[in-house]
């Protein structure tokens, strides 16, 4: 069940450790899930106890440590031979006598690192602090070094066998877009639209499936349009009211997001469709001038230039990079279209390009999801760009 | 937005504030999601920044402190006053040279707390290492005491609104499993199946919408059925096989987890039917024991007697503490129905019991969710037991 070929995660260990060699680290202790797939593509809904894979600099192969049940699952899913994939016994699982860290401590005093310089994704999501004080007090003479985010900065330009994934993520997001425009009506309950476009999302084309997205689809109308993060509720779409559709596509954990504004009714106000015309044509002339070499803040210059031209403003963060993920977030905290942000854009780096106008009452939205290419940048969605009126 | 009565949360509040005397603990830091949502009533997907809330000895208020756009969620709802609603500026998220938690700790710092017995999360799924360490850094004068679960052990015995919506919850859950049975057939793809089970779930009834499980649909079947966390393909079922179903209904963030067996074909192996009939003869049993009064361990117990009447054994843990939650899990990481566990059974405790016998190359599950009640225990779904043979 490995999706990629093994060469290309051993591709993927080589840049790992040319990072971890600049740092100074000799062992990696990943929790991160998305990075434990990245470097073994270990592949599972196992993140809800401790997990860690280890990367070693001397080792050709990472070490996969899991809880004991969910062994079958890496064997199942990685590259791993067999005696690099170690589980731990049911009763480190909510123990309050001891914690699966010290198992791992103990993996790492058996194989004589014990004193080596380890790096731990301090920030990474599920990394807690007991986990690390775990680590801190079962390694007494490790060096400890904060590694978060060192493996998302190598998972930032994608392999092509991840952008041909990347790909097929767009057209499962065509279909979830269309699915949540094809289901907005007035009467209808928010709940039973999100409903349809969650089966777009798992049931995918019908050539290949769709995976579960690190995010619930956003589809908020009315006051909710306010609070970027509310979920669903039992309330039906009403008619002559905005609504902001924020929603993705996944293939084996490989996003792409997509965010359109629709509204229900026959008279979306001057004001609202003024707003999209800028918003579509600032998404458009800021796609059509990105190229490599330029800095990620030079993207988000472009938009604001734009946008000033039209008496608007807007806080600076329009987009960041995305891809691999798990649950809560796609976005890989790494490289930002932001003021100040000087990653240079290369070939087969991705982004998802956000661009929300939120004014008192009314606002706009639209997205793309797309990669660098040698010339320019091509989206992996097609969808029109527009505020689409239903009535 | 607020689910339940401002009174139930101050009840609520009163019962923590009992547990932080206790352990002299003055100002709670509380990071888990499920957490900030039963002090305050707080829901959205924004768990992926760092947001907290405080709850204070002395305060009748917690504060909800996140990320500025999601203030106006918070405002939504919540009970607080608008004072105890803070957000941080956007150029804390993702930020290299600042931290969240510094803004949390000057918030504390504000306010005269910072000399105080502050009890944190140690384990909690969103609580960092990097988010410890730097309330660490900012709060130089602060004791910091683990208080992981404190809140949790509090959610241990429901309110009477919080069974009615589990109860809920159990009808969505009926409604989910029987969509899956009635969508399960060889040749149709695994992701097909699960997208009618996530529309089920989300859709709910035609009286009330469904909320998002926690933890995604499991339905494997043939060897994945090894690897319980692995999730769909796009591999169709196949016929004369075995199928898991590992489901949930959700409603307002409170779970019914329900577990079921199916059987594609019409040949059942004589070896899966007598374990079937087995397991499900003892979860009746045990159902039937249970009273309050009890300990969780003589609920294991009950169900060990009895598959050793019949030559099986089964690894410890067959239940535990559930409602309340956000991902990656919907249990509560407290009481568990496990050899050890002396956790005394009262009323509206919720549970669920999943019952799985695994055996080399075949298996049968089924569970129940369920409430204790003043004189046994009450089950939130009503669904049969037995295995479906589906042909």
């Known amino acids: 069940m490995l999706i990629f070929e093994k060469t290309e995660y051993l591709l993927r260990l080589e840049k790992i450790k040319e990072q971890m060699e600049i740092k100074g680290v000799d062992l990696l202790v990943l929790a991160d899930p998305a990075n434990m797939n990245y470097t073994t593509g270990y592949d599972g809904w196992s993140f809800y106890v401790p ?12 070490l996969w440590i899991g809880r004991g049940m969910d062994a079958a699952g890496a064997t199942l899913t990685t590259f791993l031979k067999q005696e690099n994939i170690q589980g731990y016994p049911d009763d480190y699982v909510q123990s309050i006598t001891k914690h699966p860290m010290n198992y791992v401590a103990d993996i790492i005093k058996q194989r004589g690192w014990a004193d080596k310089n380890i790096g731990v994704e301090m920030d990474a999501y599920y990394f807690s602090a007991r986990a690390f004080r775990e680590l801190e007090k079962s390694l007494p003479n490790a060096v400890f070094t904060d590694a978060t985010n060192l493996v998302n900065w190598v998972r930032l330009i994608k ?4 952008i041909s994934i990347m790909k097929q993520a767009g057209k499962i997001a065509e279909n979830v877009m ?14 039973d639209v999100v409903a349809k476009v969650y089966q777009a999302q798992i049931s995918g084309t019908t050539e290949f499936g769709g995976d579960y997205p690190s995010i619930v689809p956003m589809m908020p109308t009315g006051v909710k ?5 509310l979920t669903w509720t039992d309330d039906p779409y009403e008619d002559e009211q905005a609504v902001n559709l924020e929603l993705a596509g996944c293939k084996n954990r490989y996003h792409c997001p997509i965010a359109r504004t629709a509204y229900l009714g026959n008279n979306p106000s001057d004001k609202l469709s003024n707003i999209a ?6 998404l458009n002339l800021t796609l059509d001038a990105i190229k490599p070499g330029m800095l990620c803040e030079d993207v988000e210059l472009i938009w604001r230039n734009h946008i000033a031209k039209h008496g608007f403003e807007k806080e600076s963060r329009i987009g960041y990079a995305m891809g691999l993920n798990y649950p809560p977030d796609w976005g890989e905290h790494t490289a930002s279209l932001r003021p100040g942000d000087k990653t240079v854009l290369k070939p087969n780096m991705t ?20 990669r660098i290419t040698e010339t320019g940048c091509e989206t992996f969605a097609n969808f029109p760009r527009k505020l689409f009126v239903k009535n």
């Open 178 to 191: 269309q699915t949540a425009l094809d289901n907005l009506s007035p009467g209808t309950r928010e709940c």
């Open 51 to 62: 997990q860690v894979v280890l990367v070693v600099k001397d080792e050709a192969q990472p």
């Open 159 to 162: 392999s092509h066998n991840e």
């Open 351 to 370: 982004f998802h390009m956000i661009l929300g106008m939120w004014m008192d009452n009314y606002g706009f939205e639209c997205s793309e999801s797309f």
């Open 277 to 282: 015309d800028v918003t579509v044509e600032g």
């Open 225 to 229: 349009t306010t609070a970027p993060h």
